[in-house]
């Protein structure tokens, strides 16, 4: 690459400013420019519903590189700045203040804004969602002891949310749908351990159930639900999921279907254009399907790809989805990825009650998923497993046999 190329990245997430980091680590002595409608400079999520919440991590501890970083690297961060428009027959990126930005290759990592409730008094103040540091801000503000905190959502988010809030005195209620917590994406067994987790916490569950309207004054005061229950709230957590920044790319004529779509180099349509991070829906070659992943190692690895891959390396982007948690005394990891319907069996070695066990999702014999909870130093192992063709499923089962001997 030239000297005289200039790499724009649109997304002042971790997958942006990673890919910057590693551009500039790969050699390449071009023009860098990121792009981030937030204030902030580029930091880290996983804090956001964990540490950040419960005063257990230094607020400067999130930044994914120091304020000098990116002067000193010669990369030009531009925060608050939104680009509104990709002019692909031109090579530019329109930003909202009307200047065009020309790019020899462009790495899309948007990111994903958060789903809201179709519910009156959504707009209330004290209606929260999680997705920046501000948001982060705001609700841990809202953790006051002696509060009430309704939770809409009981997926990764809404539950660390609640675990947080417990562990500062709040009055937690967690509103969901289904019968139980992640069920879609754990099963009934697994899902139970969580469920059972914040109980012993003092959390309140309404499954089954759904959101009739928000009230109050100016500012939120309880939450009504369908079936005439009034819940009491000084604050809401509206946690229903998220959908991906694709207006830019659809707009740009680049092909969109959950995420924008990508080859396993992380390229689009367009050769000059990548993109990465929870906007990414991007062929996996060893699950050998279309997979678009929300988690902080996606954008932390898949950023790094994208660059190799702007800088015209042979990239086959094939790290297995990881995400953590962290909830009370229950430490998480799973590895894989394992839809809602694609298991047939759920296998779990260790004891659910005491919250110690290793679940495997299987489907025909082969593993898609693996959780570890509470048991340490075995993703190594459950990484190999989920690569790996069919195992014997009893063997599997069996804490006497090492994950090794699979």
């Keep these: 690459m030239s000297k005289t190329d200039t790499f724009v990245i649109v997304g002042a997430g971790l997958a942006g400013a990673r890919a910057a980091q590693t551009l500039r680590e790969e050699g390449f002595g071009g023009g860098i420019v990121v792009i ?50 990709v002019d692909r027959s031109a090579g530019e990126v329109r930003l909202a203040d009307g200047q065009n930005l020309r790019y020899d290759k462009l790495l899309l990592a948007t990111g994903a804004t958060p789903r809201d409730l179709a519910a009156p008094g959504v707009d209330l103040d004290g209606v929260l969602r999680l997705r920046t540091l501000a948001d982060s801000r705001r609700i841990a503000a809202a953790l006051v002891d002696g509060a009430h905190l309704v939770i809409v959502g009981a997926g990764w988010i809404g539950l660390e949310v609640a675990a947080a809030a417990r562990q500062r005195g709040v009055t937690v209620d967690v509103v969901e749908t289904a019968a139980l917590p992640l069920r879609r994406v754990l099963g009934d067994e697994i899902a139970r351990v969580f469920a059972n987790l914040h109980r012993d916490h ?40 998220v959908r991906p920044n694709t207006d830019l790319a659809a707009a740009a004529g680049l092909t969109v279907e959950n995420g924008i779509v990508v080859d396993a180099s992380l390229r689009t349509a367009d050769p000059e254009i990548h993109a990465a991070g929870d906007v990414a829906n991007a ?53 894989g990825h394992a839809p809602p319907g694609a298991f047939d069996r759920v296998v779990v070695r260790g004891d659910l009650a005491k919250r110690e066990f290793i679940a495997f999702w299987t489907a025909r014999g082969q593993v898609l998923a ?37």
């Design 36 to 85: 981030g409608d937030e204030p902030e400079r580029p930091y880290e999520r996983p804090p956001l519903s964990k540490g950040l919440l419960t005063g257990g991590v230094e607020p400067d501890s999130v930044y994914v590189h120091d304020a000098g970083w990116y002067a000193a690297h010669d990369v030009d961060l531009r925060t608050g700045t939104r680009a509104v428009a």
């Design 370 to 406: 693996g959780m570890n909870v509470n048991v340490w130093d075995v993703v190594p192992s459950i990484r190999r497993l989920v690569a790996a063709g069919p195992v014997d499923l009893d063997r599997l089962a069996d804490p006497e046999v090492p994950l090794d001997e699979l």
């Design 283 to 335: 062929y996996h070659p060893v699950l050998r399907r279309h997979l678009r992943v929300e988690h902080w190692a996606n954008a932390l690895h898949g950023g790094p790809a994208a660059a190799r891959a702007m800088l015209g390396q042979a990239v086959s982007y094939d790290a297995l989805p990881y995400f953590y948690t962290d909830q009370y005394d229950l430490g998480m990891e799973y590895v």
């Design 202 to 241: 003092g959390v309140t569950f309404h499954f089954g159930a759904e959101v009739h309207e928000i009230r109050g004054t100016g500012r939120v005061s309880s939450v009504r639900l369908v079936d005439g229950t009034d819940l009491p709230a000084d604050a809401v957590v509206v946690a229903v999921g």
